[in-house]
């Protein structure tokens, strides 16, 4: 059940307004190595069990619909093993997808199963980024 509303959190993922694409992944690009500590950070502070850590990087409104950093961590333990517990990550492309800036990371789960984690990110009034919510896809590359 959470995980469904985890999902619907994405649709209102803030779109980065007032920019065409172009102007906007442009934009992104150059706060590539912010983005990408935010992910790397949060992934860390799950290795920790530290949910008021991973619980700072997620954007308001995920932290209004968890509510407690505990709720949020027990969310994330429970559906979204291969980044609560990775054996393996990979930072791949950043994209703007329906005006959502995306970033996109290969993961190896705790199973050995790959999945690539499609990162919604929001930046904040004050210039930094927080992640929006995050969408588990398998890799076609590794589907038989």
Do not use: H
């Not at 994209?95 to 904040?124: C, H, N, S, T």
């Amino acid at each position: 059940m959470a995980y469904r509303i985890w999902l619907m959190v994405l649709t209102v993922a803030l779109p980065l307004l007032g920019a065409s694409e172009g102007q906007a992944q442009e934009r992104a690009e150059g706060d590539r190595a912010a983005i990408a500590a935010v992910i790397s950070q949060q992934i860390e502070a799950y290795q920790r069990d530290d949910g008021a850590a991973a619980f700072a990087f997620a954007s308001p409104a995920i932290q209004n619909l968890f509510q407690t950093p505990q709720n949020f961590l027990d969310m994330v333990r429970r559906d979204y093993q291969p980044v609560y517990r990775p054996k393996e990550v990979r930072f791949r492309a950043l994209e703007i997808i329906e005006g959502r800036l995306v970033q996109k990371v290969f993961l190896v789960g705790p199973d050995g199963v790959p999945v690539v984690a499609a990162y919604f990110m929001e930046q904040q009034a004050a210039g930094d980024w927080r992640i929006g919510g995050c969408l588990l896809l398998r890799d076609p590359a590794f589907t038989t």
